[in-house]
């Protein structure tokens, strides 16, 4: 994200369908606008579908509107969001998160070109700021919303919100969500840290105590793949990819970056091509790693659905 705000509020994200429909009852109204300190909303994270957008693009004129696009199915979205959520809570009413369910909102999904989630763009003075696209780490997410905070001021909007009137400096603990299980938070505080070899211990631990725990089987699976990603050069690996189709390594490191950044169809599709290309007494590492990225998007997600289905068609 530009810190010129001119380049940055010409984000091509075309919101113009969205603008003028009728409106339903507001997650939250500003009193004022042009940054005057005086909105209220029901909390700092609203939950935001076509019919209210409207209403969020109002509140933006008061205070920068962070839109988190996600999905039930979407594993680096379940990575991101609470991230994105203690970020903004902690900021004390200067951000409020509006989260979009994309399954739920086609049309909210359309005006923001959502083409993989997680997608994560701001609104500012009703105009949009694109800032990333996939999981991103929270220091990351840090410089990119105090670079938002700067882009608004520079834009006259520089106001904050309180939640249902209290005062903005103390809302966030209005917000704070029930306290981890012991193991999960040690696993959150290693993958902060960038610790992820200590976090698969705490999950495979959490595990062997309860191995019906999904939440930590999820987990143990998304800190792996950021286990993996974390040392890759992305432009070298792709490079190295592109350079020899056959490479497995080279093949699944790609495909571990799609998956990170939310581009699971085209893992898939690397990773499918792969099989069908190697010698049959070849394929089983392929096919160990497309079960492993399938658990990870979730079982019950389409795109998953259609991969197995290709997978058995070239097993058979």
Known sequence: MSNAPGAVMRGAVDLSALRNRPEAPAPGAPASAG??????????VLDVTDATFGQVLELSRTVPVVVDLWAEWCGPCKQLSPIL???????????????VDVDANPQLAQGFRAQSIPMVVALVGGQPVPLFTGAVPEQQVREVFAQLLQVAAQNGVTGTVAVDGSDPATAETDDVEPALPPLHAEAYDAIEAGDYARAVSAYERALAENPRDEDARAGLGQVRLLARVQALDPQSAR??????????????????????????????????????????????????????LFALVGDADPRVLAARRSLASLLF
Do not use: C, N, W, Y
Not at 35 to 44: D, M, Q, T
Not at 254 to 264: F, K, N, P, Q, R
């Open 35 to 44: 940054g005057a300190p005086a909105a209220s909303v029901p909390s700092l």
């Open 85 to 99: 959520e203690k970020v903004v809570l902690e900021l004390g009413g200067r951000l409020v998160l509006a989260k």
């Open 239 to 292: 490079a190295a990819a592109a350079a020899d189709p056959r490479d497995m390594d080279a093949q699944f490191a790609v495909a571990d970056l799609d998956i990170a950044g939310g581009h699971v169809e085209d893992a898939f599709v690397r990773l499918l091509d792969l099989f069908a290309d190697l010698p049959t007494d070849a394929r089983g590492p392929v096919k160990d790693r497309l079960l492993e």
